[in-house]
């Protein structure tokens, strides 16, 4: 029976480390690892160790959280190594560096071909003349409707929309910069008041909502208050989540998808996606899918 592990620090917060531990029962031997818990041996040779167990004695990983009591820098190394032992860590770690960062996301996809908003991504420069805050202002002004975002971040956390012309625009961005050093501007795509979320497994979509903003909101973001509702997805919008996924080196991920009235746009893509939502509005069990990816993985690397 094959080992898998489910890393997060908060299994008992988190109903989608939950889902993955029940899923994965059912067919592995299944453990929770707290990634604080990782610890290395060199003496010639290297051991890595998880506790008191071998790192090793894990077929798959699959990473839902670091902990953030330790050093996390160091967390995420050791899945580096262990990705390069052998051990199936999912997602990868070279995926989720990308799907991390909406600005690789969006450079690659956009290398890809894939439709993305216009952006301008700027860090914080605390001298005159400012370029970044220059160039914000030139951006602000050339688009009618604009969307500033931290750009590392989920859960639309610091997420603001600026209009052209607001008074105080450049002072919100300021802020903005001041507390996340880095942001991301976008062109806001006017919408029919949802997105999109595609959500695939390997190079399956294996379920799709619409998530509707509040009335009088805009944000879409399901634990900010937004409505789910199943979604059947055209076959262009198909063909561009499991593109986006296959892309960027992701066993799994969630597509977020903007309807544009030029077209579809691909906003953000996901490294370790909840499911909120998706379940309710579908019936589909996406921790079993994901399951079902793994052990296939596995399998095929037995031969």
Known sequence: MYKIGIVTAQFEADPTSRDLFEAARQVAD????????????LNGKHVIKIGKVQAGEFDALIIRGLNFSGETD??????????????????????????????????????????????????????????????????LSRHEDSVAK??????????????RGEKNAMTRIKRLLSEFKCICLQKYI????RDIRAFVVGDEVVAS???????????????????????????????????????????????????GPDG????????APAWHGITEATGRNVAEDIIHHIIHRLERRAG
């Not at 299944?30 to 041996?41: A, L, M, Y």
């Not at 409505?227 to 296959?246: D, V």
């Not at 579809?264 to 490294?271: F, H, Q, R, S, T």
């Open 74 to 139: 160091f967390q995420f190394e050791v899945f580096e190594q262990l990705d390069r032992e052998g051990v199936v860590v999912i997602n990868s770690p070279a995926a989720l560096k990308v799907a991390e960062s909406k600005f690789l996301t969006s450079f690659i996809l956009q290398e890809k071909g894939f439709r993305v908003p216009e952006s301008l991504i700027i860090q914080q420069l605390n001298k005159e003349p400012n370029e970044g805050l220059d160039d914000a202002g030139a951006f």
């Open 150 to 163: 931290p750009l590392y971040g989920f859960q639309g956390y610091g997420v603001i929309r600026v209009k």
């Open 209 to 259: 909502i619409y998530r509707l903003a509040k009335l009088g909101r805009w944000k879409t973001n399901i634990r900010a208050g937004a409505r789910a509702e199943r979604c059947e997805l055209t076959e262009a919008q198909r063909t561009m989540a499991i593109g986006a996924s296959r892309d960027l080196g992701l066993d799994y991920t969630g597509v977020d998808i903007i309807e």
């Open 30 to 41: 299944t453990q929770i690892v707290d990634p604080i818990q990782f610890s290395i041996e």
């Open 264 to 271: 579809d746009y691909i906003l953000e893509v996901n490294g």
């Open 190 to 193: 006017p919408n029919p008041g």
